[in-house]
């Protein structure tokens, strides 16, 4: 690993940065509550890719009294030290997000300086750890303000500004923030729940776990292994228990065939990611209908990896009817037969459903879903769907009922929760580069807005002459003019 190529590249990020930074004017005006304390103007919750990325564009955009805080160790944030449990990122090696098309501050650039060159050209997908260690050192090299082990509880109004509770979990303080915009960039848990069937969810828990659940893979070594679900993470959790020992470990597939097809390859294109949400309801609903209710498929790395296993074995067709523990053993009842398993790992993703959630209290009642606003015609009825929340231009929440909580539209959601109204982008490393500019537009146009009066004052105010007449004070002898320097000789 070649460390001075890296010292090089954040040198040159610094000279990017400056070539770039016009205009450098702080212009929002600060804010200050009761308490005489400043208001912030940002609070950002959740320092993995996407909070780095929303305050990468706050910090561009010169907004930069912002917080940002996770409740995760540093390089713990995000999934891909703890539930994600694939070798690589499923995305191809040139996504890029985060540095918002700086070239200097890509993973490819980080990547090369240190590896070089022909490294990367012989790369086939970006390793999670060395993606977790890259979005440390892009937090770095940016500067951006994350907080470790602080943990966000709740929000409400406070007159024109919002009250967060923070709570810091290591010595359990609890702090009140007084900001004026709150983004919450917490990935895919924050928005619901993760799904069990009914059928496993009244046995014991000492027979199954969620493969968003931090699982002791040590103990199935030996052990028959049971997945429910096809897509990518069930496999990547078959693959993990195999590489941990397992005696046997099957996969079963409710229906008859794997799904091999990528769908959201095909809506990988620039048109798509940045203007899905500029759709009308009626088209947006009837693609994330369609999308949403195929099994995502999952990279021929993620197959190859379970099947390489002599004790792997595959089941489709095979949903899971009916469970039952006899004794140390689950007696799985399908359509194919019955089958027997020491532990249950279940792989069927997630259910958004806000109120869940107990960050969401006193919040989510209020916010608008996409049933409250959108009856799509018959045969594209979903009840899954109609549970997300159907949100603004730049992810912000919308009122349920009119003037009941307009306080909502200060609150910005960044998690997979946004799917149904932007497409893939809260959640998604491929559509970053497209969705955290438009949420910080978003932000930036409001914080501009709001304070149109200040801004006009201050317009009418302004007096500052461009230069000094002679015999002003402080007036300058005139500087010879750049022509006659050049004619006299000494520019030759």
């Known amino acids: 690993m070649d460390n001075g190529g890296l010292r090089a590249l954040e040198l040159q990020i610094v000279r990017d940065l400056q070539r770039i930074a016009y205009p450098k004017s702080e212009w929002v005006p600060p804010r200050y509550g009761v308490d005489g304390e400043r208001v912030l103007d940002v609070l950002v919750v959740g320092g993995g890719q996407g909070g780095l990325a929303i305050g990468h564009g706050l910090l561009r955009n010169r907004v930069t009294n912002i917080r940002i805080v996770d409740r995760a160790e540093r390089g713990q944030e995000g999934p891909w030290l703890t539930y994600a449990r694939m070798a690589t990122l499923r995305s191809p090696k040139e996504v890029n997000g985060p540095d918002l098309d700086i070239p200097s501050l890509t993973f490819q650039a980080w990547f090369e300086a240190q590896h070089g060159a022909d490294a990367w050209q012989v790369l086939n997908k970006i390793a999670k750890e060395d993606w977790v260690a890259y979005l440390l050192w892009l937090r770095d090299v940016l500067k951006l303000p994350v907080e470790n082990r602080v943990e966000f509880q709740r929000v409400e109004p406070e007159g024109e500004h919002l009250r967060a509770t923070l709570v810091h979990l290591a010595d359990g303080r609890t702090e009140t923030v007084f900001t004026r915009k709150l983004v919450l960039a917490t990935g895919i848990e924050a928005s619901g729940r993760w799904w069990t069937p009914p059928v496993v969810e009244t046995l014991d828990r000492r027979f199954w776990a969620h493969t968003g659940d931090a699982i002791d893979f040590a103990v199935l070594a030996g052990r028959r292994v049971a997945v429910l679900g096809a897509g990518a993470s069930a496999f990547d959790n078959a693959a993990t228990a195999l590489e941990a020992g397992a005696a046997e470990v099957a996969v079963y597939c409710r229906r008859p065939d794997l799904q091999r097809v990528q769908p959201f390859k095909w809506l990988s294109f620039p048109g798509f990611l940045s203007h899905f949400a500029d759709l009308d309801d009626a088209w947006r609903w009837r693609f994330m209908n369609h999308l949403l209710s195929l099994r995502e498929a999952f990279p ?181 003019p750049v022509i006659d320097r050049l004619s006299d000789g000494r520019f030759g």
């Not at 799917?419 to 438009?438: C, H, Q, Y």
Request: hydrophobic share 40%.
């Open 300 to 480: 021929q790395e993620t197959w190859q990896r379970a099947a390489a296993h002599p004790n792997f074995r595959l089941e489709t067709g095979a949903g899971w009817q009916r469970c039952e523990a006899v004794g140390d053993t689950v007696r799985l009842h399908t359509s194919r037969g019955v089958f027997e398993a020491d532990f249950l790992i279940v792989g069927t993703g997630f259910d958004v459903d806000l109120p869940r959630r107990p960050e969401m209290a006193g919040l989510a009642a209020h916010v608008a879903l996409w049933g409250d606003r959108y009856a799509p015609p018959a045969g594209e009825e979903n009840e899954r769907l109609a549970r997300y929340p159907y949100l603004g231009s730049t992810y912000e929440f919308l009122e349920k009922s009119a003037d009941v909580a307009p306080w909502l539209r200060h609150i910005r959601l960044f998690t997979f929760a946004t799917t149904v109204s932007f497409g893939p982008s809260g959640a998604s490393v491929n559509a970053m580069k497209f969705a955290a500019p438009r949420l910080v537009s978003g932000i930036v146009r409001d914080l501009f807005h709001e304070d149109i009066e200040g801004h006009w004052r201050s317009l009418k105010a302004y007096d500052l002459p461009e230069f000094l007449l002679p015999g002003e004070a402080g007036a300058a002898a005139p500087a010879k």
